[in-house]
């Protein structure tokens, strides 16, 4: 059980540097494996990036590998995304979300998201 929210979205021009967090209330937190996920209107839901339990394992979808970062502080409850050379196209709204076992880039393996924080990148 483990509640999450999204802050740290904002409007920043093309080239520029953001980082999204997750703050996460209720117990277990470092129980579960978290992703980072977007949607752009029209479009659907997306992978980003995952990490597991410990931050050992890391994923990244691969339009965003070497641009984003994601990790995890545990003891502090929160999961980041560190987005540096952003583009256009990587506008959306970013959500995290918990899975209970391992990470998966299948959006139907997560039971818990958060409500989003919307990211505007500028041409």
């Known amino acids: 059980q483990v509640q999450l929210v999204e802050s740290g979205g904002g409007l920043v021009q093309a080239g520029g540097s953001l980082r999204v967090s997750c703050a996460a209330s209720?117990?277990?937190?470092?129980?579960?494996?978290m992703g980072w996920f977007r949607q752009a209107p029209g479009k659907e839901r997306e992978f980003v990036a995952g990490?597991?339990?410990?931050?050992?394992?890391?994923d990244y979808t691969d339009s965003v590998k070497g641009r984003f970062a994601i990790s995890r502080d545990n003891a502090k409850n929160t999961v980041y995304l560190q987005m540096s050379s952003l583009k256009p196209e990587d506008t959306a709204n970013y959500y995290c979300?918990?899975?209970?076992?391992?990470?998966?880039?299948?959006?139907?393996?997560?039971?818990?998201w958060g409500q989003g924080t919307q990211v505007t990148v500028s041409s």
């Open positions: 979300a918990a899975a209970s076992y391992t990470g998966s880039r299948s959006a139907n393996m997560y039971h818990t």
């Open positions: 209720g117990r277990s937190f470092s129980s579960y494996a």
């Open positions: 990490i597991s339990t410990s931050g050992r394992v890391i």
